[in-house]
């Protein structure tokens, strides 16, 4: 009986003490938009708080609540964050409308996904995507639009994105499905200029060039490599196409200064 008298003044007595007291709270990481002009609307996303408590532990909280801005004229905006009692703060800066203007935008990290096979749906998820500023600032952005790939056809594609009529790009690369192989390619336009005097640099500008495959399906392609024509000597150069294993060619006449160009005769393999 004495035991369990004495067990249970224990228990009181330790009851007394509440080790999971909140001690404090932390912003272990900011918004993702910290930089905003005049009237703009504050966005507390990507905000994170943690809680650390008297036994030592700590964790993760919501629940907090935020103080409001004055997003009415420029300045260093303090926001406070309170949770039970406690509260820490963070700051947000806030510029004239007419000092900070958007410069350009940039990937700062590409989609987790950027290999697919022909007909995968294209998927944006983890890309990140960052505005730049006329004052040096820059931030994290949300809200631009994405051109859509064509994700029928197998080759690089270029992905557009565009952001208060600024634009910045990068690239995914789309497979044919397995067993479908890549059988030939062909040049379906000749460059602009095939017409050329000696030591006239070479320029591919207007070359199309298109991939076929097994399944007969075909699409345009770019990444291929040419061979370098020797523009030092006059007569007919024929220039290489090459893309997976596969090649092509077409053909430009170089002149001497004086010469007469005559007919341009040009060969599409």
């Known amino acids: 009986m004495a035991s369990f008298i004495v067990q249970i003044a224990c228990t ?41 408590y008297l036994d030592g532990s700590s964790g993760v909280i919501t629940g907090y609540t935020l103080s409001t801005p004055d997003m009415s004229s420029a300045g260093t905006k303090t926001i406070a964050v309170a949770f ?6 963070f700051d947000i ?38 505005a730049v ?9 949300t809200g631009y639009s994405l051109s859509e790939p064509n994700m029928s056809s197998a080759g690089t594609k270029t992905i557009t994105i565009t952001f208060g009529g600024k634009i910045t790009s990068f690239d995914i690369t789309v497979t044919a ?13 000749n460059p602009i200029k095939t017409d050329y005097h000696v030591n006239d640099a070479f ?8 991939a076929v495959y097994s399944d007969g399906s075909s699409e ?16 007919t150069k024929t220039i290489t196409v090459t893309f997976g294993g596969k090649t092509a060619s077409f053909d430009i006449t170089v002149h001497t200064v004086n010469g007469d160009t005559g007919d341009i005769g040009i060969i599409i393999y």
């Open 12 to 52: 009181e007595f330790l009851d007394l003490f509440d080790t999971k007291e909140l001690i404090s709270i932390t912003v272990t990481q900011l918004p993702s938009k910290t930089v905003y002009q005049v009237n703009e609307a504050f966005d507390p996303a990507g905000l994170v708080v943690r809680a650390a």
């Open 84 to 89: 039970q009692g406690k509260t820490t703060s």
């Open 133 to 141: 500023y006329s004052d040096g600032s820059s931030e994290a952005i």
């Open 177 to 189: 499905v397995p067993g479908v192989t890549l059988t030939s390619i062909t040049v379906t336009q």
């Open 203 to 210: 320029d591919p500008a207007g070359l199309a060039v298109r």
């Open 220 to 235: 345009a392609i770019t990444g291929y490599s040419l061979s370098e024509p020797d523009m030092s000597s006059a007569g």
């Open 93 to 130: 800066t806030v510029t004239p409308a007419s000092e900070a203007t958007l410069t350009s935008i940039t990937v700062a990290q590409y989609p987790s996904k950027t290999a697919y096979q022909v007909n995968e749906a294209f998927d944006p998820a983890g890309l990140a995507v960052r």
